[in-house]
């Protein structure tokens, strides 16, 4: 039951465009003691089905920037190459502390984003 919660929640999240990952990756280490490799394995498995379908939905929307997609895409796989091989060869412990530091920052930039929205909201 608990797979079927969690793949759930990272679809809807993925779907939305915000990274399912953050929710399956620490799930797959708390509920089923999963290394973090694995799970980061998994998670990149995971993600080529769910973003093909979101990609479908948000481009039929008009969601998507047509014209930074070839540099985006570019360097985007330039960058997952070189972390692809600076993850194999850090450890899982490492791994995860730099994950869980990382999703510590996203949070927290996330939440002062939130603040400075409400004090100067925008004009629409």
């Known amino acids: 039951m608990i797979i079927f919660i969690v793949s759930l929640i990272s679809g ?4 939305m465009g915000i990274g399912g990952g953050t929710i ?18 998994t ?3 995971i993600f080529i089905p769910t973003s093909i379908v979101a990609l479908y939905f ?17 360097f985007g796989i330039i960058g997952s190459i070189i972390g692809s091989f600076l993850a194999v060869s850090i ?15 996203m949070g927290a930039y996330e ?14």
């Open 12 to 15: 809807i999240i993925s779907g």
């Open 24 to 41: 399956l990756i620490p799930a797959l280490i708390i509920f089923f003691n999963i290394k973090q490799h694995i799970a980061q394995s």
């Open 43 to 45: 998670n990149l498995i």
């Open 58 to 74: 948000h481009t039929k929307q008009g969601n998507v920037v047509k014209d930074v997609l070839k540099n985006l895409i570019i």
């Open 91 to 105: 450890k899982s412990d490492m791994l995860k502390k730099m994950f869980g530091i990382f999703l510590l920052i």
């Open 111 to 124: 939440i002062y984003l939130s603040k400075k929205e409400k004090a100067h909201p925008k004009q629409r």
